[in-house]
């Protein structure tokens, strides 16, 4: 008679270990971004995509403007407010920091900055020269001197970050010369148009006012 067999009991699944590379553990992309060398990286990353100095973020927001946001998806939506906060976040003076939430930002949300952006710089640029900021100014002393900074909610910080970014790169901003535009850009060398479509409209009017105003002269 054959004896049989006890079965085995069903092996236990191990977690499954980070990888060795000579010898040595090697963390893995989920590992590191949960620790503070990860989260520097991940602020390099956001960096590199919204620009790593202060005109290159101004130019993220004049892009940012022209965007349609109808024609984006509910991911790309949610990476342009990350984007914005970032932006804020590092315009903002040291220490101040921003007043969020780690919750996406909604589309109409965006899109209500967007909105405040444009007719800001839109006022700014033009003939008025201001563009008036909501949020309580305040004095703070700190331990080398003090300075004002902005209280309020992220709103306030969004828009004030937008604005000290404007302090701090705003020498090339300039409103498109052509009276149908008035379009906010970032202006590179002696530029006066926000694109060559524009500038050229405008050269071609000047030339048939000038056709006619010739005609005009030369009748009897």
Known sequence: MRKRRRASPPATKRPAASPR?????????LQLLNTPRGARFLVAAVQR?????????????????????DLLTSGEV????????MIAAHSLPRGVGLKTTVSPMAAGVLRRYRDQIHEGLRSVLGKDCQWP???RPVLERRAGG???????????GILSGIAQLIVEAGDRLRACQDPACGTPFVATKRQAY????????????????????????GKP
């Open 133 to 135: 900021l909501s949020g």
């Open 146 to 156: 003090f300075r004002i900074v902005v209280d309020g909610d992220e709103m306030v």
């Open 49 to 69: 995509r919204v620009g790593e100095t202060p005109e290159q973020r101004l130019r993220w927001i004049m892009d940012f403007l022209r965007l349609d946001l």
């Open 78 to 85: 949610e990476a342009k407010g990350d984007d914005l906060r």
């Open 21 to 29: 590379r000579g010898g040595a553990r090697v963390t893995t992309g």
């Open 194 to 217: 926000c694109t060559t479509k524009h500038s050229q409209r405008v050269r071609n009017q000047k030339r048939i006012q000038k056709e006619k105003a010739t005609m005009a002269r």
